[in-house]
């Protein structure tokens, strides 16, 4: 997997990233060491997400989060694709062992040690 601190060799971006994702993907190659065809597979589905996040960013700057439907109006199809690209990308970068999946959000309520009890 991913080794931080590696050099790699030269491997060019696949042709169908955006500018900004190849730039994503050169900077990452500077960072991580990537030992398999399955690490570099990883890194295209990685940099995939990251246009299709864009894209849809777009698209809902370009015509708003809610847009006319049938029925009155109706959430932004490129919300649900921006929502979805988002958490393939969390979850890539988890397995590319970029980001500790160990780490949980804290829970709503109280921080633990405020004081407040029920007993």
Request: with cysteine; hydrophobic share 30%.
């Amino acid at each position: 997997m991913a080794i931080k601190g590696h050099k790699n060799g030269t491997r060019r971006a696949p042709e169908s990233l955006s500018k900004a994702a190849k730039e994503l993907w050169r900077s990452t190659l500077q960072h991580w060491h990537f030992e398999t065809e399955s690490d570099y597979c990883l890194l295209t589905s990685l940099c995939h997400c990251w246009d299709r996040m864009q894209a849809a960013r777009v698209e809902i700057q370009k015509h708003g989060t809610l847009i006319p439907g049938k029925y009155g109006l109706k959430q932004n199809p490129a919300a649900a694709i921006e929502r979805e690209s988002s958490k393939e990308f969390r979850s890539i970068l988890v397995e590319m062992g970029k980001q500790d999946s160990s780490k949980k959000r804290p829970k709503p309520g109280r921080p633990p040690g405020s004081g407040a009890s029920i007993l």
